[in-house]
């Protein structure tokens, strides 16, 4: 969490970049790559996120880190389109047949997480939260919103120190953590947890109502764009922008 706040400065050229040109062409290029449907562009996806990760200078377990949280859902999903995919099959995995289309929607589903991954990962290591926030202020996002994701980040801290205060109570009253036996107790325990983060939340803004919060806009950055936030957002750009238009040329019917 420490990370996401402040991540390790380093000399990569995505560090010094303006916030507010970062954040629309890595959404540009994310946009793009959530277009690609044909194996054709796979590779080009692919050695797009794989050379600007390689130019933010951050290590490899950064992106393994990220990889492993949706790994399991998306593997299960990529397994079932697989299995059950329409199609002739071209070979069986027991009483499994494996169809073509089944290997080409497995393979674009995580070629395109891998990629947007990547890319999300170069984003936030790149740029600190506090100024990622105030820049998607700049660009428009709600006050509201921007503060609610800086109290749900400040007292992530304040709840998991509750849930391991509550955790070390139930272990001393013979309450074990392992095996399926305890779902009931697992169900309380977050029950509770959400019952005083909602406690808490109450508190928290009657405490800042008293002292005149209203939840107003700050002022927009009057930052300007130098020569190197130029030509790396119309870089970006002109690749989302390719992607995109190739696409769609293979969509075209007859193609």
């Not at 399991?72 to 995919?85: A, D, E, K, R, W």
Request: hydrophobic share 50%; glycine share 6%; proline share 5%.
């Amino acid at each position: 969490m420490e990370k996401l706040i402040n991540p390790e400065p380093n000399q990569s050229i995505f560090c010094h970049w303006e916030p507010r040109a970062k954040i629309i062409a890595f959404s540009l290029l994310l946009l793009s790559f959530t277009m690609v449907k044909s194996l054709a562009l796979v590779m080009a996806m692919l050695l797009t996120s794989s050379i600007i990760f390689s130019l933010s200078g951050l290590p490899a377990k950064c992106l393994l880190h990220r990889w492993k949280i949706p790994a399991f859902p998306v593997l299960l999903i990529g397994l079932i389109l697989l299995f059950f995919s329409k199609g002739q099959p071209q070979l069986y995995l027991g009483p499994l047949p494996i169809t073509q289309e089944g290997l080409v929607a497995i393979l674009l589903i995580l070629s395109r997480l891998m990629c947007m991954l990547a890319l999300i990962a170069v984003l936030l290591a790149t740029t600190p939260l506090l100024l990622l926030i105030n820049a998607m202020r700049d660009l428009g996002l709600p006050g509201i919103l921007a503060d609610m994701i800086l109290f749900t980040l400040r007292y992530l801290y304040t709840l998991n120190d509750q849930l391991e205060q509550m955790k070390r109570a139930l272990t001393v009253r013979g309450f074990s953590t392992q095996g399926l036996s305890n779902l009931k107790q697992y169900g309380i325990l977050i029950g509770a947890i959400l019952v005083r983060s909602f406690e808490q939340s109450d508190r928290v803004y009657r405490a800042m109502a008293v002292r005149g919060y209203k939840c107003e806009s700050g002022p927009t950055s009057n930052i300007t764009w130098n020569f190197q936030d130029k030509v790396l957002f119309y870089s970006f750009s002109f690749l989302a922008f390719l992607i995109a238009l190739i696409q769609l040329y293979f969509n075209m019917p007859g193609v």
